[in-house]
Nanobody, 123 residues
Framework: QVQLAESGGDSVQAGGSLRLSCVGS????????MGWFRQSPGQGREGIAT???????TYSDSVKGRFTISTDNTKNTLYLQMNSLKPEDTAMYYC?????????????????WGQGTQVTVSS
């Protein structure tokens, strides 16, 4: 089993920055993918960034060029650096893990999830 815990959500002005963290604990896996997802009220869970154990990354068009996903394996921590934040980035942000050789940006492909951290961006 894997436990994931996000932190770093906050309320910021448009144009600001935040860094989200996701600490993992429990079982460890060789080939795996970790991702950041977000969900606004009444919307589905949107995949925005993934990374694998080779540090290959993918981004959704909505965040490409503004957000950066990274890991610190010494701390079992996944990060999401968010710059140039927009009001439409307001959402609950979740990290997730998938044991697989290929990363998917589809939320349904990830069995392990954290509880989420709220990001609110005001104009």
């Amino acid at each position: 089993q894997v436990q994931l815990a996000e932190s770093g959500g906050d309320s910021v002005q448009a144009g600001g920055s935040l860094r989200l963290s996701c600490v993992g604990s429990g079982d460890s896996y060789g080939n795996h993918c970790m991702g950041w997802f977000r969900q606004s009220p009444g919307q589905g869970r949107e995949g925005i960034a993934t990374t694998d154990n080779f540090s290959r990354t993918t981004y959704s068009d909505s965040v490409k060029g503004r957000f950066t996903i990274s890991t610190d394996n010494t701390k079992n921590t996944l990060y999401l650096q968010m710059n140039s934040l927009k009001p439409e980035d307001t959402a609950m942000y979740y990290c997730a893990l998938r044991v697989a050789n290929d990363c998917s940006i589809r939320a349904a492909m990830y069995p392990y999830w954290g509880q989420g951290t709220q990001v609110t961006v005001s104009s």
